[in-house]
């Protein structure tokens, strides 16, 4: 099992920058591929953000690609997301995922968390 705790979340306005922190542990893969995805209310599960163990490769959706980025720091299984151009269509609630392959975290991961709220006004 893994366990996946999201944190960060909040309310901004159009233009600012806010930063998604998720932390995952437990012993299902030797190394954890990381990602994001977001949901809106009344929208499908929209994938935002992958990246590899090593951090060598990242994935971008297009409608956050040059405003969002994704890293993250191993000795602690972590991963950030820096969201910065905030704009309205961007409120969703935010959910890490957790997989062993790049190919799978960008569509059908296997460990979610429950996810943080980003709320943007306009």
């Known amino acids: 099992q893994v366990q996946v705790v999201e944190s960060g979340g909040g309310l901004v306005q159009a233009g600012d920058s806010l930063r998604l922190s998720c932390a995952a542990s437990?012993?299902?893969?030797?190394?954890?591929?990381m990602g994001w995805f977001r949901q809106a209310p009344g929208k499908e599960r929209e994938f935002i953000a992958a990246?590899?163990?090593?951090?060598?490769?990242?994935v971008y959706a297009d409608s956050v690609k040059g405003r969002f980025t994704i890293s993250r720091y191993n000795g602690k299984n972590t991963v950030f997301l820096q969201m910065n151009s905030l704009k309205p269509e961007d409120t969703a609630v935010y959910l890490c995922?957790?997989?062993?392959?790049?190919?799978?975290?960008?569509?059908?991961?296997?460990?979610w968390g429950q996810g943080t709220q980003v709320t943007v006004s306009s």
């Open positions: 995922a957790v997989d062993s392959t790049f190919e799978v975290i960008q569509t059908s991961p296997k460990y």
């Open positions: 437990g012993r299902a893969f030797s190394r954890y591929v």
């Open positions: 990246i590899t163990w090593s951090a060598g490769r990242t």
